[in-house]
């Protein structure tokens, strides 16, 4: 079935440096691969998102990177500060299947040591 | 504008009560989705639903009912709750633009069967 697979599970960075999130997804047909930040006790809330129709996506510290081919999307975050710690989860979704789910990877623990 | 609320915030259960969470949507979205988050699992998939009187499973729908009467709410409901239903519950609702769906959450509701 549908699979999107998500690295590292933890991240730990000093604040300032840059932090990069990967994934992969199985299904070729999907084409929308949104990105969602969650803070402790909080609902995930969508950060930046890509469609299969560019491959980068940029938005001030944030960008993600889209490569078809290889089904792999990544996401990048700049000059990285005390407030970017969180949870991300990354997901991708079919639009042809005209239901808008989504398949959500395991998700990434980042933390921003100042 | 609210977005997506979600009743109650907390409760807790013992094995073999029933109980149903509402999610409510004030965006005029076509779809929904009822999501659980366990630790280290990510967002699973429940049941979701592409509009009023419309519901379908998800990924993981075992031991969850629900009903979508109006286009504004989604009801999630729990026949006879078991300890392995602790989780927090989501909600979202998303519009489609072009054919990509972006997803908007509630606060989720922590649930404890004990």
């Known amino acids: 079935g549908e699979n999107v697979e998500q690295h590292p599970s933890t991240l730990s960075v000093q604040e300032g440096d840059s932090a990069v999130i990967k994934c992969t997804y199985s299904?070729?047909?999907?084409?929308?691969f949104p990105w969602y930040k969650q803070e402790l006790g909080k609902r995930p809330q969508l950060i930046i998102d890509?469609?299969?129709?560019?491959g980068e996506k940029k938005d001030q510290r944030i960008a993600v990177t889209l490569n078809k081919t290889a089904k792999h999307f990544s996401l990048h975050i700049t000059e990285t500060q005390p407030e970017d710690s969180a949870v991300y989860f990354c997901a991708a979704s079919r639009g042809s299947s005209n239901t808008g789910k989504l398949i959500f990877g395991q998700g990434t623990t980042l933390q921003v040591k100042p | 504008n609210a977005g997506v609320t979600q009743t109650p915030k907390f409760r807790v259960l013992k094995t073999g009560q029933s109980m149903t969470l509402l999610c409510a949507q004030d965006?005029?979205?076509?779809?929904m989705y009822w999501y659980r988050q366990d630790p280290g699992m990510g967002l699973r998939l429940i049941h979701y639903s592409v509009g009023e009187g419309t519901t379908a499973k998800g990924e993981v729908p075992d031991g969850y009912n629900v009903s979508r009467l109006k286009k504004q709410n989604f009801l999630l409901g729990l026949e006879s709750a078991a300890p392995s239903q602790t989780s927090v519950y989501f909600c979202?609702?998303?519009?489609?633009?072009?054919?990509?769906?972006?997803?908007?959450f509630g606060p989720g509701t922590r649930l404890t069967v004990t």
């Open positions: 890509i469609r299969s129709n560019v």
């Open positions: 965006m005029n979205h076509e779809y």
């Open positions: 299904d070729s047909a999907s084409n929308y």
């Open positions: 979202a609702s998303s519009r489609t633009s072009a054919g990509y769906y972006e997803q908007y």
